[in-house]
């Protein structure tokens, strides 16, 4: 499994390109903003993206698919729909927004489904707290967790924003914390991490486990 990932806008948001070696094609997770540097790396990479996945609607993590979607017509953008709204624009941060909706038509996912893109498997394992639709996205075959907004490097989410639960941001902690085996977590924002690291110095995953 190949990933690369690229820091998008203001907040920094993690965009992952993933990708099984020799596909040729590729998984888009998160394009933040700044939609033409992710073209310039699909580019450079010579990869052509079969999918954008969602790990949750905040405009932080949506802003850069309308030049995606200009350059690739009819490429499906996947989301959990407790997380789409019929609202043109959302209000957040003391801003009005574009919503998710107002980009186009948007295709469902939820627990358990899975789909193939860049020649791997996605399992969408909900994982509400941060938002009510985040979900967090499994690749077994490269052990990897895209965890968006729910967990961080030794930190999770914020649950002050509308939509927000800290008790089930706690379940979805304690539900990734449970997972057999470690993986690789690749978060919404700062640095990668790996789960056996965060169930041992994450306070937060330590809370929602019990210890």
Not at 135 to 163: A, H, Y
Not at 187 to 204: D, I, M, V
């Amino acid at each position: 499994m190949e990933i690369r990932s690229i820091q998008l806008g203001p907040i920094g948001t993690n965009c992952y390109l993933f990708w099984k070696e020799g596909s040729g094609s590729c998984a888009l997770v998160d394009p933040g903003d700044q939609g033409e540097r992710v073209l310039a790396l699909l580019r450079e990479l010579g990869l052509t993206p079969q999918a954008i996945l969602l790990t949750h609607s905040h405009f932080d993590h949506i802003m850069g698919t309308p030049p995606i979607l200009a350059a690739f017509p009819g490429l499906p953008v996947y989301c959990h729909p407790a997380d789409v709204s019929s609202r043109r624009t959302e209000n957040i941060f003391g801003m009005t927004v574009p919503s998710l909706s107002s980009m186009g038509e948007i295709t469902p996912y939820e627990e358990g489904d899975t789909l193939t893109a860049g020649g791997m498997e996605v399992k969408v394992l909900h994982t509400p707290g941060h938002t009510p639709g985040s979900v967090t996205l499994m690749v077994e075959e490269g052990r990897t967790l895209f965890t968006g907004d729910t967990l961080f490097r030794g930190s999770c989410g914020r649950t002050d924003l509308p939509g927000g639960n800290y008790h089930q941001l706690m379940a979805s902690l304690a539900r990734l914390e449970a997972l057999a085996g470690d993986y690789a977590v690749c978060p919404g924002h700062e640095g990668a991490s790996t789960l056996e690291e965060e169930r041992q110095h994450n306070y937060y995953m330590r809370e929602a486990a019990g210890r």
